[in-house]
């Protein structure tokens, strides 16, 4: 279906090959993603072991089944998620700045981790039976009722700058409420803490990678349904309105599916910056397009790419350190959209 | 000529918990098909309420709209963009957007969750950039054109949605005078062409009795008065968006006219030398005063007081003794 829809909004050879290279950038990405790391392993090794099946050496075979092919898949779907969101932000808002957390959906998903490590102590249960399940769960909690409460607004507003304003002081309110349950904790709860919202890619089972998995599918399908309401909202709501889209349940299309896709990913992974706001500028600086049959899959096959860039440099190969990925993000990312930014004028192509 | 819109003893308004705030009250109307139609009237008359209302956004308090066969309100939202389109007097502008993309989205009603057109929906677009003179731009990015052709874009978007009425709410505000020319009278031409009911919101008087077919005026406390322009203007009507006591609309000339008293002065010569010297004299009136005679002759220009002969109006002011200031 997805590939039919890509056909399909290829108007010029240009945007094809934009694609395609775009595509093949991505598998070269993935392979080297799961070669490089503490031990290099081959690229035909790998190649070979996964379509065959056999591994010359049984500790490969763990390390990239069991630890890089989850980390890499996770990678991936993380950086389709949040471009996805941050674009359709960026629409919904008409702002360039909008991005997945713009409904505190980070601040939410930080706040329920927060809970569950700061005030742990209080509630009697201590950091080290915590697992990532917990985390996951505290996550997806915490992200659910902050965005339950932006929702409650969002009934009652019919602004959607309103709307905006609203999901930002949401998120200010919560990440205040954080800041006082850090200052009481404990040093070891805050580190705990503090890891997780550095974000990292890594430490999922394949049943939480599963979960990703559905939860992404989720989170994208409505969009692909409501490609054509976003191209019309390319005009503002008014015009959209005008030319028979339903602009209420646009809205709550955009709140659920980013509270899916970028709520998930939050708990999962930890809050990671950067990706969902410069990735759809990315996009549109190389299809040079307003059109979402194009800026969706672009955005989709930018951030998994990015992701992936910026998780195998945070590798430091050879070593076994591996720098948080919030870190590198916006380590890699902001100097690469500056540069864009200051080659091409953004403004005028937003 | 068909009727395609008609408004019926209308009270439009707001309403806020129990309260009505009434703003427009018995407003009787008909829009033509195959004409363009203007809506003039001062700022905070309820222009804005009456377009809301047409798109049906709100819902009247008495009386009844019809578009077609029913009230606008009562259409689902996607009908009632097959039946009617709008431009809106602020850009906003993807500038990655070409013309073409941009006079696709307005097929946006007849197309799948997609949004891809089909072979019926180029054909329209096409049409609709043969209609507006805008084909040769369509590949251009929108950020590349100028206002009015960007303008002339969302008419053809409007167009190419095909429906009976197209409402442009003032298209022309931020547009040079001769832009404000182009476009009304390719919307004049778009009515008639592809039989359209074109109703404009504009504060221009002059381009609406060039171009509109029929204009419709409001104004604070009067009902809705509709009709063509050229007969509003002879039997005074127009003078019904003016404050009375101040302005006046001077039929010899098609203009708005500032109200003033009778000058005093004895101005001689052709009628259209002696229509700007008033205008520049009442620009100063209270500063000038004479008894003699003026007199202005032409070929070539010179205003004769007494003995005195100048050469400009400016001369005259400069120059003249100052029993003349």
């Known amino acids: 279906m997805i590939c039919i829809f890509i056909v399909n909004s290829m108007k010029t050879n240009q945007n094809a090959f934009f694609f395609i290279l775009a595509a093949v950038a991505l598998v070269f990405l993935f392979l080297i993603n799961l070669g490089l790391g503490s031990v290099s392993i081959p690229v035909d090794t790998i190649l070979s072991g996964l379509f065959t099946g056999e591994w010359e050496k049984s500790s490969h075979r763990e390390i990239i089944l069991n630890y890089r092919f989850p980390k890499s898949l996770v990678a991936v779907m ?21 991005g997945p957390y713009v409904l505190g959906i980070s601040s939410g998903g930080g706040f329920g981790v927060a809970i569950l490590l700061l005030a742990g102590s209080f509630l009697g249960f201590s950091g080290i039976v915590i697992s990532s399940w917990a985390t996951a769960i505290a996550g997806i909690l915490g992200a659910v009722s902050v965005l339950a409460l932006v929702s409650l607004v969002a009934w009652r507003v019919r602004d959607s700058m309103t709307l905006l304003i609203v999901g930002i002081m949401f998120g200010a309110a919560v990440s205040a409420i954080i800041s006082v349950l850090a200052f009481f904790s404990e040093a070891e709860a805050l580190k705990l803490y503090t890891i997780w919202s550095m974000g990292s890619l890594g430490g999922l089972g394949w049943n939480q990678v599963g979960l990703l998995g559905l939860l992404l599918a989720i989170g994208a399908f409505p969009l692909l349904l409501a490609t054509r309401s976003f191209n019309a909202l390319l005009l503002g709501e008014t015009y959209a309105e005008s030319m028979g889209i339903n602009p209420v349940r646009l809205r709550w299309l955009v709140i659920i599916s980013t509270g899916i896709l970028a709520g998930s990913i939050t708990a999962f992974c930890g809050p990671i910056a950067f990706v969902g706001i410069a990735v759809p500028h990315l996009a549109r600086l190389v299809w040079k397009s307003a059109d979402h049959r194009i800026l969706f899959p672009g955005s989709a096959l930018l951030g998994a790419g990015l992701l992936l860039l910026c998780d195998t440099i945070g590798q430091l190969p050879g070593s076994a350190q591996t720098l948080p990925i919030n870190a590198v993000t916006s380590l890699v990312g902001a100097p690469v959209v500056i540069a864009l930014v200051l080659k091409r004028n953004f403004s005028k192509e937003f | 000529m068909d009727q395609v819109l008609t408004g019926k003893n209308l009270s ?89 993309q941009l006079v696709g989205l307005g097929r946006t009603p007849y197309l799948k969750w997609s949004g891809t057109l089909s072979e019926l929906d180029r054909k329209y677009v096409n049409e609709a950039l043969v209609a507006t003179k805008m084909d040769f731009l369509r590949k251009e990015r929108l950020g590349e054109l100028s206002d009015g052709q960007r303008q002339k874009a969302m008419i053809a978007r409007a167009l190419a949605q095909d429906g009976k009425v197209i409402i442009l709410d003032e298209p022309t505000s931020h547009l040079d005078l001769v832009n404000r020319h182009e476009i009304m009278f390719l919307l004049q031409e778009i009515a008639k ?14 381009i609406a009795i060039e171009t509109a077919h029929q204009l419709w005026l409001m104004n604070c406390g009067s009902p809705l008065i509709a009709g063509l322009p050229e007969d509003l203007i002879l039997n005074a009507q127009i003078n019904e968006l003016l404050p009375k006591d101040r302005f006046f609309f001077d039929p010899k000339r098609g203009k708005v006219n500032l109200r003033s008293d009778d000058s005093g002065w004895q101005i001689q010569g052709s009628e259209d030398l002696v229509f700007w ?42 120059e003249s003794p100052s029993s003349l200031r």
């Open chain 1, 78 to 98: 993380a950086g389709i998620a949040l471009s996805l969101s941050g674009l359709q932000m960026q629409t919904f808002f008409r702002n360039p700045l909008a």
């Open chain 2, 12 to 100: 439009l308004g707001y309403e806020k918990g129990q309260d009505r705030k009434v703003i427009l009250s018995d407003l009787n109307f008909q829009l033509y098909s195959g004409q363009l139609t203007c809506l003039l009237g001062p700022n905070g008359v309820g222009k804005s309420t009456l377009v809301k209302a047409i798109l049906g956004r709100i819902r009247p308090f008495e009386g009844e709209i019809k578009l077609l066969e029913k009230s606008p309100v009562d259409y689902p939202r996607e009908k009632l963009s097959k039946k009617l389109s709008v431009v809106l007097s602020e850009p906003i502008i993807p500038a990655q957007m070409t013309v073409e």
């Open chain 2, 277 to 318: 010297l008033e205008k520049a004299l009442k620009k100063r009136k209270s500063s000038f005063w004479t008894d003699e005679r003026i007199q202005v002759l032409d070929n070539p220009f010179r205003i004769q007081v007494g003995e005195r002969i100048y050469h400009s109006i400016a001369d005259f002011f400069e």
């Open chain 2, 193 to 206: 062409s592809q039989d359209k009911a074109i109703l404009v919101v504009t504060h221009d008087l002059d």
